[in-house]
Each structure stands twice: as C-alpha cells, then as structure tokens.
C-alpha cells in the first residue's frame, strides 16, 4: 500500500511556542490530505482538509488561525500549531487518499505542551 | 452532523473464536465504510474497506453492510491475542474526509 510518513513522531514544546508537523506522501501524489486530531480515549476527529495549491477548509470549532496548514506541493502537508497551550496536548494524524478508495494515515505526532 | 456509534467495550473474546464488531451510522447518504484498527499510541491502520451491500471477506476478516439499516460489522475468525487492539468504524472518504465512531476495544484471552 501507499506510504504516507508523518514527522515528528513525537514534541514537547513549551506553552506559547509554535510547533510544524509535516505529512507527505512518499509514492504517491495527493491533491488532498486530511488532519485529525485524537484525545486519550477518544475518536478520531477531523479538524481539516488540506488541498494543494489552495486554503485548507476547516471542521466547525477548529480555529483556522491556530492551527496553520499549508499544502504547498502533491506530496506534502503542514500542520502548525500556533501559541500552542496545554489543551492543545493530543495525538494529530494526517492522512492521504490515494485515488479515491482507501485513506492511508501517517504515524501520527504526539504533542505533548508543558 | 455525521455521527458513527460504536459500542467501547471492551470486548472479551477467547482465542479461536469470532469476535463481532459492529457498527452504526447517522448519514443515510454515506457510501464507503472502513474498518480500520489501531494499537495503542499508533496510527490507525486500515483492515477492510466495503462499498457494497453483503458480505466482503479478506483472510480471516469478514465486513458486513446493510445500508437498510444503516448498520456496518466486522468479523474476526480464529481470533488471536495480535488482535487485541481497537477496532474503529469510519464512514465516508472522498472529499469530505473520514468521520470515525469512538471505537471498539478487543480483549482476546489466551
């Protein structure tokens, strides 16, 4: 299956700081990724959509100036997360589709702000 | 507002049984359905995708559809401990991303 490597694996930064997560597609080219966010025993939620060469839509309750996406190429994504504070703590997955079928996720990022 | 209703468990199921997920969904509308498992502290990663209604078997895997009911399941055969893990039900895909119930936590006893 495709591969879609995620990085860091895992931050801790200081409250106020900015953290950058990067997703890319390593073999394949994705017009579209996604960025999820997961609490301790809880589901995945998506925060938003990212699409290449345009601007990332946003799920209802996430906070577009806080957490920054940037597509900028086929094969890669940013998330940062800006004056990150303690709430901000979780578990954030990207993911990209390869054609229409299947969602392939990254390993995930582990924020953990102190 | 998508919602995916998954029953936590945890679900204890001795080695060598079946174990039976289930799922349901709100959007009458959704046409893809995933299973997708995912350890502890891991990314989620995908067991079984179905888009029609019936059965589709992969190994020892079986998913099962009823847009009818709006009602999706996963079947684990021969269950083994490596399969101890949470099962989680997405709906969606596409454009629109994935929406994901809170996921189902599996106990297999040895």
């Known amino acids: 299956g495709a591969v879609v490597s995620q990085h860091p694996s895992r931050v801790i930064c200081k409250s106020g700081t900015s953290v950058k997560i990067e997703c890319r597609s390593l073999?394949?080219?994705?017009?579209?990724m996604f960025w999820y966010r997961q609490f301790p025993k809880q589901s995945l939620m998506l925060m938003a959509t990212s699409n290449e060469g345009s601007k990332a839509t946003y799920e209802q309750g996430v906070e577009k100036d806080k957490f920054l996406i940037n597509h900028a190429s086929l094969t890669l994504s940013t998330l940062t997360v800006t004056s990150a504070h303690p709430e901000d703590s979780s578990f954030y997955i990207c993911?990209?589709?390869?054609?229409?079928?299947?969602?392939?996720f990254g390993q995930g990022t582990r924020l953990t702000v102190v | 507002q998508k919602e995916v209703e998954q029953n936590s468990g945890p679900l204890s199921v001795p080695e060598g049984a079946i174990a039976s997920l289930n799922c349901t969904y709100s959007?009458?509308?959704?046409?893809?359905f995933f299973w997708y498992r995912q350890y502890s502290g891991k990314s989620p990663e995908l067991i079984m995708f179905i888009y029609s209604n019936g059965d589709k078997e992969d190994g020892r895997f079986t998913a099962q559809l009823n847009k009818a009911s709006q009602y999706v399941s996963l079947l684990i055969r021969d269950s083994q401990p490596s399969d101890s893990a949470t099962y989680l039900c997405a709906v969606g895909g596409g454009a629109d991303g994935l929406t994901f119930g809170k996921g189902t936590h599996l106990i297999i006893q040895p």
């Open positions: 959007d009458r509308g959704s046409q893809s």
């Open positions: 993911s990209a589709e390869e054609g229409d079928t299947e969602a392939f």
């Open positions: 073999d394949f080219q994705a017009t579209t």
